[in-house]
């Protein structure tokens, strides 16, 4: 089996969601945005316009009791909102995935589009993730 790679003591990729970072953390978040600056520049040279698609991977809650961390350190949410508000703040279009996922899921009284204690889409999560996406770009 494939050992994940941990940080701090717990999976590398559940950091993103601590409620604060340490100055690595802080340091990925402002060379990604940098990045997103420099894209989208490039992008409106071109006569185009960004869009960000966020595509969600569904943390799950099992990760905090399996390594006896305090849910109190940790916001599900952070990653996407820091992106989110990034994004409002520097006029860069996005779509959350997550938000249209909830939305539909609540609609229709479904819970299986996302694959338990994984956290990744199942094959019904990716199609509505591509409907989502192809929606975005052909029926603005």
């Known amino acids: 089996s494939q050992q994940t790679k941990q940080y701090d003591g ?3 990729e559940f ?3 601590r409620n604060t970072y340490d100055k690595y953390w802080e340091e990925a978040w402002h060379i990604s945005e940098g990045i997103l600056l420099k894209m989208k520049k490039e992008i409106e040279d071109d006569g ?3 869009l960000v698609i966020v595509i969600p991977k569904r943390p799950y809650d ?3 009791k399996r390594y006896h961390l305090n849910p109190k350190d940790f916001d599900l949410k952070k990653p996407e909102e820091m992106l ?3 994004l409002k703040k520097n006029s860069i ?3 959350n995935i997550q938000e249209k996922v909830n939305q539909y899921e609540k609609q229709h009284i479904i819970s299986h589009l996302f694959i338990v204690n994984d956290g990744h889409p199942t094959k019904e999560g990716h199609a509505l993730i591509g409907k989502i996406i192809f929606d975005a770009f052909f029926n603005k």
């Open 48 to 50: 185009s316009q960004m």
């Open 93 to 95: 279009g996005y779509v």
């Open 15 to 17: 950091n993103l969601y």
């Open 10 to 12: 717990i999976p590398f």
């Open 84 to 86: 989110g508000a990034f």
């Open 62 to 64: 099992g990760i905090i």
